[in-house]
C-alpha cells in the first residue's frame, strides 16, 4: 500500500485551470506498456499504489493522473474536501496533454488508458476527442443515467453559477466517515482503510461528497460520451462488478468495439477488493 519502488510525483497544468497531480514508476526494462490510471471521484493516487506495483512488477510503466478537484491536485473552490468541477473538459485535456507532452510514449510499445468509475467517462472522452490508444479499460463504469434531465437541480446551479453549491447529502471529510468497505465499495477490511488512511495522513487528499456543479458536469461529460462514442476507435475490455448499472452495459454494446467481462459477487471498488475478485 506505498509508494512503488522509483514513484516520482509531478504536475500539469493547461488553459491556466487547477494544476493536476500525477505520478510515476517504471520497471528497470523496456515497458510491455504505458497504463494510465484515471481513479475514481475521490479517489488519490494513493488507491492505486498496490495496482501499479503489481502492474510494474510484470513489465508495464504506470502513471496515474488524479483529476481537477481531487487528491493532491489544485481546487476551483473552497472547502478543500468539496469537489468541484465546472466542467469534465480541463480533466480530458490534461489527459492529452499529459500523453503528448510529458509521457511521449514510443511507437513500439502499446499505450493503455485505464479509467475507474466516472474516471471512465474522462478516458472515453480523451479518445473521442483525439487521443491516440492501443485500449482502455473500463473498470465499474459510473456513467450519468439519461433520466436526468437537462432541468435538473444540478444543471440548472450550474446556469445560475452556483455550482459550488454542496449537494443536500454534504457533510465535511471526517476520521470517522465511512472508509470503502463500509461504504460498499469493497470486501477486504484493509484494502478498504487504504484510501482513509493517506487522507487521515495528509489532509490535502481529504474529499467528501460532490457539489452540484460537479454532479452537472459529471452528466454532460456522460452525454458527450454517448454521442460521440463511435469515435473510440480502440480496443475497450470493460469490468463489471456484481451490479452493473444498464446505463454502462448500453455503453458497452454502443461502443464500436468493446468487450466486457463479469466479477460475480464483487463490489465496485474492484482494485481494492479481495484477492479472489482482483485476480
Known amino acids: 500500500f506505498y509508494p512503488p519502488e522509483g514513484w516520482a510525483w509531478g504536475f500539469i497544468e493547461t488553459g491556466g485551470k487547477p494544476a493536476q497531480r500525477y505520478g510515476v514508476a517504471a520497471g528497470w526494462r523496456a515497458p510491455r506498456a504505458t497504463v494510465v490510471i484515471l481513479p475514481g471521484y475521490g479517489e488519490s493516487a494513493e488507491a492505486w499504489f ?91 463504469p459510473e456513467v450519468a443515467s439519461k433520466a436526468v434531465s437537462t432541468d435538473s437541480a444540478q444543471a440548472l446551479a450550474g446556469r445560475a453559477g452556483l455550482g459550488r453549491l454542496p449537494s443536500a447529502d454534504w457533510r465535511p471529510w471526517s476520521r470517522s466517515s465511512p472508509d470503502a468497505r463500509g461504504s460498499g465499495l469493497t470486501h477486504d477490511p484493509w484494502r478498504g482503510r487504504v484510501q482513509q488512511a493517506w487522507q487521515t495522513a495528509n489532509p490535502d487528499l481529504r474529499m467528501s461528497s460532490a457539489s452540484l456543479g460537479w454532479r452537472g458536469a459529471h452528466q454532460a461529460a456522460s452525454r458527450a460520451v454517448e454521442v460521440d462514442v463511435a469515435a473510440v476507435k480502440a480496443d475497450v475490455l470493460m469490468l463489471l462488478p456484481d451490479k452493473t448499472t444498464k446505463e454502462a452495459l448500453a455503453l458497452c454494446k454502443a461502443l464500436p468495439d468493446c468487450r466486457s467481462v463479469a466479477v460475480p459477487g464483487a463490489l465496485p471498488a474492484l482494485h481494492l477488493e479481495q484477492d479472489r475478485f482482483r485476480q
Do not use: C, M
Not at 98 to 103: D, K, N, T
Open 50 to 140: 498496490e495496482t501499479a506495483s503489481g502492474l510494474i512488477r510484470r513489465g508495464y510503466t504506470v502513471w496515474i493522473l488524479e483529476r481537477a478537484g481531487q487528491g493532491g491536485s489544485g481546487r476551483y473552490t473552497l472547502p478543500r474536501d468539496l469537489g468541484f468541477v465546472p466542467s469534465f473538459d480541463p480533466d480530458v485535456a490534461n489527459v492529452r496533454a499529459l500523453v503528448r507532452v510529458v509521457i511521449r510514449p514510443p511507437e513500439t510499445s502499446p499505450l493503455i488508458l485505464l479509467g475507474h468509475a466516472d474516471g471512465a467517462v474522462v478516458a472515453l472522452r480523451a479518445v473521442e476527442t483525439g487521443l491516440k490508444v492501443d485500449g482502455v479499460i473500463i473498470s465499474s
